[in-house]
């Protein structure tokens, strides 16, 4: 029965995925490659859903999901981070070399993060590792660590009432300045915005 099940879910799995009507989705998967800045009402509507999301569980957890994806399929506010050029290069032996670097870089996301030490976990110079990162992710070391720790804050922001200097600076940045400045770069708004409108959404939920 067991097996039976999961060829059912294989067949469905990939019915959905190569049906003609899922092609707005596989097109913005594609494109979310380069990754994607969600803007406009569609980053409102998708906060409420989001928040709908993390309350529901077994099946309807899955509606919520294929909701979520299915707005972004058919949004018009979808802006992409990366430049037309990027493409990431994957080859047989970066998958563990990344591992080793990503693992590094999350394990020691609060601290200072020297490039030679992280180079030094991919087995390579400095100068060749920025070549390969930035080939990999299609950004700068600084870049990914920045929207790593920005993204945390945004956790925080959410979550919490804590002050946003405290945030800014248990996220690993050395200044409240500086902060703002890479949280308004990297989420379009200030910290103090971004919180105001999650919790306007969250409020809009019923």
Not at 45 to 53: D, V, Y
Not at 79 to 85: E, G, M, V
Not at 154 to 165: G, H, N, P, Q
């Amino acid at each position: 029965m067991r097996s039976w099940c999961g060829f059912a879910m294989t067949f469905w799995a990939m019915t959905f995925c190569t049906s003609r009507r899922m092609r707005p989705l596989r097109e913005m998967l594609r494109r979310a490659q380069r990754g994607l800045q969600i803007t406009g009402r569609t980053r409102q509507s998708l906060a409420r859903r989001m928040q709908e999301l993390a309350q529901s569980s077994g099946l309807q957890r899955v509606i919520h999901l294929l909701a979520i994806l299915d707005e972004l399929a058919r949004s018009r506010e979808l802006r992409p981070l990366a430049s037309a050029k990027f493409l990431p290069e994957l080859q047989a032996g970066d998958q563990d070399r990344m591992s080793r670097v990503l693992r590094h870089i999350h394990a020691h996301l609060m601290d200072e993060i020297a490039r030679d030490e992280v180079a030094a976990r991919a087995s390579l110079s400095a100068g060749a590792f920025s070549r390969f990162f930035k080939t990999r992710t299609g950004k700068t070391l600084p870049q990914y660590v920045n929207e790593l720790r920005i993204g945390r804050a945004c956790s925080r922001l959410a979550e919490t009432d804590d002050k946003i200097s405290d945030i800014a600076l248990d996220c690993g940045f050395a200044n409240l300045s500086g902060f703002n400045r890479q949280f308004q770069r990297v989420a379009g708004m200030t910290p103090r915005a971004y919180r105001g409108e999650f919790q306007r959404s969250a409020r809009a939920v019923p």
